[in-house]
């Protein structure tokens, strides 16, 4: 169970962040202080960049779920996630409930259903640290039941101390540099989703292609766009037409064929 601020316990879980000083115990110590605000199921710190993959700097995760949760995002889902999309932009605040930061089709969309409901989270609070030409995000989530508004209180309270133990954690990393590999399979498949249909498609069709994928509706599309929803679904049955696809989940299943395309 969380312990009161103040506590005892509390108290030593803060001194030992304080104390810390290297990556992995920073990483277990920052871990340990968010047991004492919340109860949760996983926590998980990423660094992202426009021009490169994202680093995972901390995270409470088994071998193997780190596997299908973390190594499995970074391979090309991310791209598609709204909080990547979130932290990459430079007006955003520094936390957000998850599910109040997505598409209103989000959890109807393919890149939903292929991954995150294969995480099986319910909830989950994201604090953001804009650093060094990078954005930290510190993600607090559950895997059952969701966040009351005491917890969210509660963890919202201790931000000032996440902020810091991020900086620190950053700091102590050497995912800080970037691995030219990384780019280049970062800018391999940012260039997949930007022209993702280029060959048949127009450049408005494109745009409402990406925004299909990463959840909108039709009504989301027109706001993003500025156009009609009708202009939007008859581009969408051109589209479809155009690559012989009849559903969105026949378009994800294209669009991730085009990342394993050299």
């Not at 990556?23 to 990423?46: E, P």
């Not at 430079?90 to 109040?100: L, Q, W």
């Not at 280029?198 to 299909?212: G, H």
Request: aromatic fraction near 8%; proline fraction near 5%; hydrophobic fraction near 40%.
């Amino acid at each position: 169970m969380p312990a009161q601020t103040g506590s005892r316990e509390w108290q030593a879980a803060v001194a030992r962040l304080i104390a810390e000083d290297g990556k992995d115990g920073l990483s277990d110590a920052l871990i340990r202080v968010i047991d004492q605000v919340v109860d949760h199921s996983r926590v998980a710190m990423l660094g992202f960049r426009h021009d490169a993959p994202p680093v995972v700097l901390a995270h409470d995760l088994a071998p193997a779920e780190e596997q299908h949760y973390l190594q499995r995002y970074i391979a090309g889902p991310y791209l598609l996630d709204p909080l990547y999309q979130l932290a990459l932009k430079p007006d955003k605040p520094t936390h957000v409930r998850f599910r109040e930061a997505t598409p209103d089709r989000f959890r109807s969309s393919e890149y939903y259903r292929q991954y995150c409901e294969r995480t099986h989270l319910e909830d989950e609070l994201d604090f953001f640290l804009d650093l060094d030409g990078a954005t930290l995000v510190l993600v607090v989530a559950k895997l059952s039941g969701r966040f009351s508004k005491a917890d969210i209180a509660r963890l919202v309270d201790a931000e000032p101390i996440f902020h810091a133990a991020m900086r620190k954690l950053w700091e102590r990393s050497d995912d800080g540099s970037r691995d030219a590999s990384a780019v280049s399979m970062h800018e391999h498949l940012t260039n997949c989703f930007r022209n993702f249909g280029a060959s048949t498609l127009t450049q408005r069709e494109r745009e409402i292609t990406q925004l299909l994928l990463r959840g909108h509706s039709t009504k989301s599309i027109a706001r993003e766009l500025d156009i009609a929803p009708g202009t939007v679904m008859v581009h969408k049955r051109n589209l479809f037409a155009k690559l012989g696809i009849t559903s969105q989940y026949e378009l994800f299943s294209r669009f991730i064929d085009t990342l394993s395309t050299p």
